[in-house]
């Protein structure tokens, strides 16, 4: 994970308080297996907006394009890392629904997805990821829904 790069805000106790605390605890979680393969790597890590990045040699289809199921991953990572900071203390959250529009392919460079909350609630959270190659254009839209649990 790219420490150096990434900016962090505050996250709340839990969906219902204003009281910050560290993300830390998601940083030090790591990325997991698929993420480290995928090269995904952490710009910004707040509630309000969740920044992650992707290259996109290494992640491609036989015709050197950027695969789908490549960004599907990159935008679910970004809105469950987020859905969890929304959760809290306490909670969890896990995607429930994963919805991709591909609206044109990449063949180099980076790839960034910026997730913004559509709706944060006790039980649901859901997260509009926009994927955006170097150039600022639109590669995908993709909508995260996530059902936040208690660990009890």
Do not use: K
């Amino acid at each position: 994970m790219a420490d150096d790069a990434m900016t962090t805000g505050d996250v709340t106790d839990d969906a219902d308080s204003s009281t910050p605390t560290s993300i830390d605890p998601f940083i030090a979680m790591g990325q997991g297996d698929l993420g480290e393969r995928m090269g995904i790597e952490w710009l910004e890590l707040d509630v309000e907006r969740t920044v992650a990045r992707m290259p996109v040699a290494g992640n491609t289809q036989p015709f050197g394009l950027l695969h789908g199921g490549a960004s599907a991953v990159l935008a679910e990572s970004v809105g469950s890392v987020a859905s969890n900071m929304h959760a809290g203390a306490g909670r969890y959250a896990v995607g429930i629904e994963l919805s991709c529009t591909h609206h044109r392919s990449a063949r180099q460079g980076y790839v960034t997805a910026v997730g913004t909350p559509l709706s944060l609630g006790r039980t649901l959270a859901s997260y509009e990821i926009v994927i955006t190659d170097e150039a600022g254009a639109r590669i995908c839209t993709a909508r995260l829904t996530c059902l936040i649990r208690s660990q009890d």
